[in-house]
């Protein structure tokens, strides 16, 4: 791989990466709600996920899933019906006393899970292993592989470190958040941009 690349590759992964969706959004709750130490597992988690994702995406999954009409609609709706079901359960978390008991968790295999009823995961997938696995530079590639193996190693730190980061911040402001009604609001807040996730999912 050119430098010229990897250099696209890392801007474009750290664009997708850090901007928010619904793994970022996820872990900034848990962590606002369980601390930090509960959410690491999710941070862990989405990494593992992806790179999954994007060795099946390689070896031509993604381009089915996203090709067959029916199969791309059966992900979406998974996707989306998932992540209503986690604003419900977080919009009704309004103290730190209350998260436990509200079952606010997703454990990490439902965190490797959430990326394979990702839609928005499947296209990026699919726009990685297009432009920089399969081709070089605009011609085909010698390694693909190599390439391959090359993308999953970057994605997994960016994976990894977006989540962290989010849930860091999360964890920051779980001592303001619990006092009032504050925590309630922001978890209707990180509710809503679930809501208008999924909506946005569905669109695509």
């Known amino acids: 791989m050119t430098a010229a690349e990897l ?4 801007v474009f992964c750290t664009a997708m990466s850090f901007s928010p969706g619904p793994n970022t959004t996820l872990s900034t709750a848990l962590a606002a ?7 690491l597992h999710f941070c862990l988690a989405v990494p593992t996920g992806w790179t999954l994702l994007m060795l099946v995406s390689g070896l031509g999954l993604g381009a089915l899933i ?13 996707g989306v019906a998932y992540m209503l079901w986690l604003a419900w359960k977080l919009s009704r978390a309004g103290q730190l006393s209350d998260v436990d008991s509200s079952r606010l968790s997703v454990t990490f295999w ?6 394979f009823v990702n839609i928005k995961a499947w296209m990026l997938a699919l726009t990685l292993s297009a432009g920089w696995v399969v081709n070089a530079a605009g011609q085909p590639s010698a390694n693909p592989a190599e ?5 999953c190693g ?10 962290f980061v989010y849930a860091l911040v999360g964890s920051l402001l779980r001592q303001w958040l ?27």
């Open 33 to 39: 709600n369980l601390g930090l130490r509960r959410a």
């Open 147 to 151: 390439r391959l193996a090359i993308i």
């Open 66 to 78: 996203t090709g067959v009409p029916a199969l791309r609609m059966a992900v979406t709706l998974l």
């Open 7 to 10: 250099t696209a590759l890392l």
């Open 154 to 163: 970057v994605m997994m730190v960016f994976a990894f470190t977006s989540n």
């Open 178 to 204: 619990a006092q009032g009604t504050r925590l309630l609001w922001f978890n209707r807040a990180l509710a809503l941009v679930l809501v208008a996730t999924a909506a946005w999912m569905v669109t695509l």
């Open 110 to 115: 439902q965190g490797v899970g959430l990326q």
